[in-house]
Nanobody
Framework: QVQLVESGGGLVQPGGSLRLSCAAS????????MAWYRQAPGKQRELVGS???????DYADSVKGRFTISRDNAKNMVYLQMNSLKPEDTAVYLC?????????WGQGTQVTVSS
């Protein structure tokens, strides 16, 4: 079992920044992929960015150049730095962990971008 706990969400004005954190605990495989997804009301869950345990990152086109995903393997943490936030970034952001055939999700943290 792996537990994922997100933090750092909140209300921010357009153009502002937020940093999300995800703490992983439990039976974590050394080789894994962690990611951030988001889900807005009435929309499908979408991948925001992913990062392998080696540090290889990938992003959705909608956030490239604005968001940065990073991780600290020693602390079992993954982060999402979000800059130049737009109202359309408003969603619940969920942390994701995958290793071999196991997949786990966090509960999510709300990000609201509004003036």
């Amino acid at each position: 079992q792996v537990q994922l706990v997100e933090s750092g969400g909140g209300l921010v004005q357009p153009g502002g920044s937020l940093r999300l954190s995800c703490a992983a605990s439990g039976s974590i495989f050394r080789i894994n992929t962690m990611a951030w997804y988001r889900q807005a009301p009435g929309k499908q869950r979408e991948l925001v960015g992913s990062i392998t345990s080696r540090g290889s990152a990938d992003y959705a086109d909608s956030v490239k150049g604005r968001f940065t995903i990073s991780r600290d393997n020693a602390k079992n943490m993954v982060y999402l730095q979000m800059n130049s936030l737009k109202p359309e970034d408003t969603a619940v952001y969920l942390c994701y962990y995958s290793a071999y055939r196991e997949v786990y999700w966090g509960q999510g943290t709300q990000v609201t971008v509004s003036s």
